[in-house]
Nanobody, 124 residues
Framework: QVQLVESGGGLVQAGGSLRLSCAAS????????MGWFRQPPGNKREFVAA????????DYADSVKGRFTISRDNAKKSMYLQMNSAKPEDTAVYYC?????????????????WGQGTQVTVSS
């Protein structure tokens, strides 16, 4: 059983930066592949980025590619999402998630554990 807690959300102006963190407890963090998802107001949850257990493989949604960077520190049992050049359309609740298998990490159903989410608001 893995517990995930997101932090770092808040209000940022368009063009600004924000760094989200996801802290894990319980289980063996380094054995899980990790992902970030977001749910904009009135919309379904969508894939943002994923990273494999060693941090050597990453994947990004087209909407954030080149602006966001996913990373992890297995020694600290943490994952991060560096958000640069933020846009108003990045406004959403951001969730981190853990998956036992490196398969279809763009799909919500591939993940076994989820955090409670952290709100990110980008003002124009």
């Amino acid at each position: 059983q893995v517990q995930l807690v997101e932090s770092g959300g808040g209000l940022v102006q368009a063009g600004g930066s924000l760094r989200l963190s996801c802290a894990a407890s319980g289980g063996t963090f380094s054995s899980y592949h990790m992902g970030w998802f977001r749910q904009p107001p009135g919309n379904k949850r969508e894939f943002v980025a994923a990273i494999n257990w060693r941090g050597e493989g990453t994947d990004y949604a087209d909407s954030v590619k080149g602006r966001f960077t996913i990373s992890r520190d297995n020694a600290k049992k943490s994952m991060y999402l560096q958000m640069n050049s933020a846009k108003p359309e990045d406004t959403a609740v951001y969730y981190c998630a853990a998956s036992r298998y490196y398969l279809m990490l763009r799909s919500e159903s591939s993940y076994d554990y989820w955090g409670q989410g952290t709100q990110v608001t980008v003002s124009s």
